[in-house]
């Protein structure tokens, strides 16, 4: 069964919340060792956006090299523990402007392929209720403006076919989801930070529709950076096996919590 092929090193990650269709492990997403075999058909995952957010396990100011360094090395180690026909749904900022400007998506984009994943297409998330304007630069000059989109990016990558031929074979989006998903202009609302009680948590609607386009009924799908567990929640909405790994035990605690309020799991 699916949720037996994830092994892991004992000492390396422990597990915080398991029942037969989701794991939630604590550990450390650069850690190579963390698991030793290929389980994931999916990856959904928004890691940290080097924006200064106060995650409690990790800092989240790095230097832009360092911050490439860390985004090589969780994305190769993603690449490592997915199976031959796995996807990759990679959610970024498309740059940044904040501390010098940058094309993060590109950059990441581009890593990704160094790393062996392979380049699908793009998806715009036009993130309906997030206000971005509050920087013009030269205020009504060409001297020096600043240009933003309010928008992320969903990168999707694939591991060595894009081909799926293997799995359940059982897709289970309806005809309306699949015209409107298939437009790569996808717009709904991101996530309240106090509802959920994450700094950055992204809205279940964002690996449902992954989930559904992407793979099929019993597939295993992983977030490397499972936060408040979304990832594990939309896997239970949607006949999927689910695996978090997460660094932070607050988030870890945090994760459980929803998991129970979510989905009816006793835990
Ligand atoms: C952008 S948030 C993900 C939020 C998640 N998508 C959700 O809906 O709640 C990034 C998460 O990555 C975690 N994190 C940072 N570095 C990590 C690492 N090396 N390994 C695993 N998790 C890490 C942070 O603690 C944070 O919870």
Same mark, same amino acid.
């Given at each position: 069964m699916?949720?037996?092929?994830?092994?892991?090193?004992?000492?390396?990650?422990s597990?915080?919340?398991?029942?037969?269709?989701?794991t939630l492990?604590?550990?450390?997403?650069?850690?190579?060792?963390?698991?030793?075999?290929?389980f994931?058909d999916?990856?959904?995952?928004?890691?940290?956006?080097?924006?200064?957010?106060?995650?409690?396990?990790?800092?989240?100011?790095?230097?832009?090299?360092?911050y490439?360094?860390?985004?090589?090395?969780?994305?190769s180690?993603?690449?490592?523990?997915s199976k031959n026909?796995?996807?990759?749904?990679?959610?970024?900022?498309?740059?940044?402007?904040?501390?010098?400007?940058k094309?993060?998506?590109?950059d990441i984009?581009k890593i990704?392929?160094?790393?062996?994943?392979k380049?699908?297409?793009?998806?715009?998330w036009?993130?309906?209720?997030?206000?971005?304007?509050?920087?013009?630069?030269?205020?009504?000059?060409?001297?020096?403006?600043?240009?933003?989109?309010p928008?992320?990016?969903?990168?999707?990558?694939f591991k060595?076919?894009?081909?799926?031929?293997n799995g359940?074979?059982?897709? &289970?989006?309806? %005809?309306?989801e699949?015209?409107?998903? !298939? $437009?790569? *202009?996808?717009?709904f609302?991101?996530?309240?930070?106090?509802?959920?009680?994450?700094?950055?948590?992204?809205?279940?609607?964002?690996?449902?529709?992954?989930i559904k386009l992407?793979?099929?009924?019993?597939?295993?799908?992983?977030?490397?950076?499972?936060g408040?567990?979304?990832?594990l929640?939309?896997?239970?909405n949607?006949?999927?096996?689910?695996?978090?790994?997460e660094?932070d035990?607050a988030?870890c &605690?945090?994760a %459980?919590?929803?998991?129970?309020?979510? !989905? $009816?799991? *006793?835990?």
């Amino acid at each position: 069964m699916n949720n037996e092929k994830h092994t892991e090193k004992d000492n390396l990650s422990s597990v915080v919340y398991k029942n037969d269709k989701l794991t939630l492990y604590k550990g450390d997403a650069c850690e190579s060792a963390t698991f030793h075999n290929e389980f994931a058909d999916l990856i959904i995952t928004s890691p940290p956006y080097n924006v200064d957010i106060n995650y409690n396990s990790h800092k989240d100011d790095l230097s832009y090299i360092e911050y490439l360094e860390f985004t090589k090395s969780w994305i190769s180690n993603c690449f490592k523990w997915s199976k031959n026909q796995a996807r990759f749904c990679l959610n970024i900022p498309l740059d940044k402007n904040k501390g010098g400007q940058k094309s993060v998506g590109a950059d990441i984009t581009k890593i990704a392929q160094d790393v062996g994943w392979k380049y699908h297409s793009t998806i715009i998330w036009n993130e309906g209720n997030i206000s971005r304007r509050t920087a013009w630069g030269s205020w009504m000059s060409a001297s020096a403006p600043y240009v933003i989109a309010p928008v992320e990016l969903i990168v999707v990558l694939f591991k060595e076919e894009w081909k799926k031929t293997n799995g359940s074979k059982v897709s &289970d989006i309806k %005809k309306e989801e699949f015209i409107e998903w !298939t $437009n790569g *202009l996808w717009t709904f609302n991101g996530e309240s930070k106090k509802r959920i009680g994450h700094p950055a948590p992204f809205p279940i609607e964002l690996p449902y529709r992954c989930i559904k386009l992407f793979s099929y009924v019993d597939d295993t799908v992983f977030d490397p950076f499972a936060g408040s567990g979304t990832i594990l929640i939309a896997a239970n909405n949607t006949n999927s096996y689910g695996i978090g790994l997460e660094i932070d035990e607050a988030y870890c &605690d945090l994760a %459980k919590q929803r998991i129970m309020n979510e !989905t $009816n799991m *006793l835990i």
